[in-house]
């Protein structure tokens, strides 16, 4: 069977996105039928109901809906002192309507080590079902590394609740992070329209960017033709997503909101430049194979090393690859067959640790606001027209909230939401299977669980209630700083 980018299996095998840095080959191809056998055997957790808060809240105004800041219970005291001015202006703004709906969660308060979703947000007195601010605020900013605060954690308050993270190695990162986002949101409203730049790289016979470009880019640029002609818009798609291209474009008028969709670059657990290199944007140019056996070249993919230095500020950057916000320290997708035709899928290291991506990193270092992107692979299967429907419409109603100067973290609803809903099909579809109520149905069973994995990897770097400015952006006072943040 040849390659369709409309239906990523070869030989009935899936074919896992990203490419890996010490070969340039795609990763080994996952067979479906005996994923389906493995997956039809397990019983996958169910996850909380989908995000919403109790009524008459406002989920944009911080007031209404509440702010709070989780620390590890160990967290270093420099690192608290150093977000101190972001701590302040948030509290300001979820106090504003009189009453205080702003939350520091530290030292016992904090994350307990093996502490899981549950077990804390029940001791803050929350719960599952609507978001209650009184409780626990619905924008919640995670401050740790991976280990002290897991991704599975991260994961799943994202269902319920506006999360994002920072994870620095120097206290002076965090102040100048929150020093940034202060001064950014105290400025006036700007009366010029956001610059968007959108890069979607292209491989030949590559069906994960074959269908990134006709099912999610090229709709969202005809999206913003129609109806953001004002937007100044730099399109860097097919050919002309080179690594050269992109650094220009960041070098001579860095956009406000960054749209990336492609290949994130692999590196294996053992190699030296893991935590630098890992989700690097592989761009056109280069042709991954099956046969290969040589490095990705250096000018074939863009890394947080090769950031123009120039200020971001402001700028929010969503991408769509393969490890672009993360890498947890086992693959959820490894699958192992034995010798008598079984198969198990086995946690499998891929890092010595779990870590936040650089490249997020770094651009928050620079003055960005938020860096949206994936934690492990990101699934093409989500972004395929199926009977439960594209992840087309998630994703351009994420960056259609963004550019009308919504909350990122209010903005990447619709991924958590989606995770939700995949969640309960998945849990569904196999006690009717388990049971016997259908027969077995083997592509579609992987692709609900890829599809499922794929909504569930969304995850924000920054502060969820960072926000574009724009001139929309005064025309809705809930979007405005409250006249006491202001000062």
């Not at 630098?276 to 947080?304: K, T």
Request: glycine fraction near 8%.
């Amino acid at each position: 069977m040849t390659e369709r980018w409309d239906e990523p299996l070869i030989a009935g095998a899936l074919i896992p996105p990203g490419i890996e840095g010490a070969t340039g080959r795609r990763s080994r191809p996952l067979p479906v039928d005996l994923l389906a056998r493995e997956l039809s055997r397990s019983r996958p957790r169910r996850i909380g109901a989908a995000r919403g808060l109790v009524p008459n809240t406002d989920p944009i105004d911080l007031a209404s809906s509440g702010w709070g800041v989780l620390f590890p219970s160990t967290q270093r005291p420099e690192v608290r002192e150093a977000l101190a001015p972001l701590l302040e202006h948030r509290r300001l703004q979820a106090t504003a309507s009189g009453q205080n709906l702003f939350r520091e969660y530290h030292g016992k308060a904090g994350l307990h080590p093996g502490e899981n979703r549950v077990q804390w947000t029940r001791r803050q007195g929350g719960g599952f079902g609507p978001v209650d601010p009184v409780k626990v605020p619905f924008y919640l900013l995670l401050v740790g590394n991976p280990r002290e605060i897991p991704f599975e954690l991260e994961h799943q308050l994202a269902v319920q609740y506006a999360v994002g993270r920072l994870d620095f190695e120097d206290p002076a990162d965090y102040a100048r992070y929150a020093q940034r986002v202060v001064q950014q949101e105290r400025a006036q409203t700007t009366e010029s329209w956001p610059a968007i730049t959108t890069f979607a790289a292209e491989h030949r016979d590559d069906i994960t960017t074959r269908g990134l470009l006709d099912h999610l880019i090229t709709p969202w640029l005809e999206a913003c033709g129609r109806q953001r002609p004002h937007h100044p818009h730099h399109i860097l798609t097919s050919a002309r997503a080179s690594k050269a291209a992109l650094v220009g474009a960041l070098s001579s008028a860095p956009p406000k909101l960054l749209v990336t969709a492609g290949h994130g670059l692999l590196m294996g657990a053992q190699a030296p430049d893991q935590q630098a290199l890992q989700g690097a944007l592989v761009c056109s140019g280069f042709e991954p194979s099956r046969e290969r056996r040589e490095a990705v070249p250096e000018s074939s993919y863009f890394a947080a090393r090769d950031l123009p230095r120039t200020s971001f500020d402001g700028m929010v950057s969503l991408h769509v690859a393969c490890f672009s916000a993360g890498t947890p320290a086992t693959d959820s997708f490894a699958l192992r067959e034995s010798s008598d035709g079984q198969a198990t899928i086995v946690p499998t290291p891929i890092a010595p640790q779990p870590f936040v991506a650089e490249l997020p990193k770094q651009l928050l270092r620079q003055g960005a606001l938020a860096s949206v992107g994936h934690v492990d692979r990101a699934w093409g299967w989500g972004w395929v027209p199926s009977r439960f429907g594209a992840q087309a419409h998630t994703f351009h109603s994420a960056l259609e909230e963004i550019l009308a100067g919504r909350p990122v973290g209010y903005a990447c609803r619709f991924f958590g939401e989606r995770h939700g809903e995949l969640s309960a099909l998945l849990c569904d579809h196999l006690e009717q299977l388990q049971t016997g109520q259908i027969s077995p149905d083997d592509r579609y069973l992987a692709y609900l669980w890829t599809a499922r994995n794929d909504a569930r990897s969304w995850t924000i770097v920054g502060d969820p209630a960072v926000r574009l400015r724009s001139p929309s952006t005064a025309a809705d006072p809930a979007l405005a700083p409250s006249q006491a943040a202001r000062g």
